[in-house]
T-cell receptor
Framework: SQQGEEDPQALSIQEGENATMNCSYK?????LQWYRQNSGRGLVHLIL?????REKHSGRLRVTLDTSKKSSSLLITASRAADTASYFC?????????????FGDGTTLTVKP | EPEVTQTPSHQVTQMGQEVILRCVPI?????FYWYRQILGQKVEFLVS????????KSEIFDDQFSVERPDGSNFTLKIRSTKLEDSAMYFC?????????FGSGTRLTVV
């Protein structure tokens, strides 16, 4: 089965610094998504990158995908205290009706003001 | 922007009772999913649903669980006889083909 595994498990930075989180997976994917979850709340979709894309930007977010290494990274630039949350990657198979995405344990990001 | 809507946001139930969690996926989506997250743990896949049938289910999705799309708009998850360990956040998601839109979740507390 596909599996997203994030590292580091926890990251603590000062406001204004950049935060980089990594995700590795095991099998071929159609796309990979990053989500944010504030404590006890729902999953917020941040960005989707397709298997034929290498880099994608959205505001302060930059996602890269290396399919040869089966890894992705999420960079948050100029972090803010409001970015404090858990961040998860999830991979999607080529055939959506074949089922699931698999989430990793997530990276807990703390941005200190 | 279209949303996946889940109700209720929080449900408390007695052990052994049946619960139905409701979801309204985005109307033109074709694929539907239930995930759950036990407090402090990772998000776990439960079941996927396509073309009015289950396309995949996890080991967690045993005979106590069932899903339905009763009227073409709602997508429900039923737990027949709840256990304490069913306490979790349950997320519904839908997808047109790629990418998922998640609902904000139902927090189920079994007492």
């Amino acid at each position: 089965s596909q599996q997203g595994e994030e590292d580091p498990q926890a990251l603590s930075i000062q406001e204004g610094e950049n935060a980089t989180m990594n995700c590795s997976y095991k099998t071929s994917i159609n796309n990979l998504q990053w989500y944010r979850q504030n404590s006890g709340r729902g999953l917020v979709h941040l960005i989707l990158i397709r298997s034929n894309e290498r880099e994608k930007h959205s505001g302060r977010l930059r996602v890269t995908l290396d399919t040869s290494k089966k890894s992705s990274s999420l960079l948050i630039t100029a972090s803010r205290a409001a970015d404090t949350a858990s961040y998860f990657c999830a991979t999607a198979p080529f055939r959506p009706n074949a089922g699931k995405s698999t989430f990793g344990d997530g990276t807990t990001l703390t941005v200190k003001p | 922007e279209p949303e996946v809507t889940q109700t209720p946001s929080h449900q408390v139930t007695q052990m052994g009772q049946e619960v139905i969690l409701r979801c309204v996926p985005i109307s033109n989506h074709l694929y539907f999913y239930w995930y759950r997250q036990i407090l402090g743990q990772k998000v776990e896949f439960l079941v996927s649903f396509y073309n009015n049938e289950i396309s995949e289910k996890s080991e967690i999705f045993d005979d106590q669980f069932s899903v339905e799309r009763p009227d073409g708009s709602n997508f429900t998850l039923k737990i027949r006889s709840t256990k304490l360990e069913d306490s979790a956040m349950y997320f519904c998601a839908s997808s047109p083909r790629e990418g998922y839109t998640f609902g904000s979740g139902t927090r189920l507390t079994v007492v």
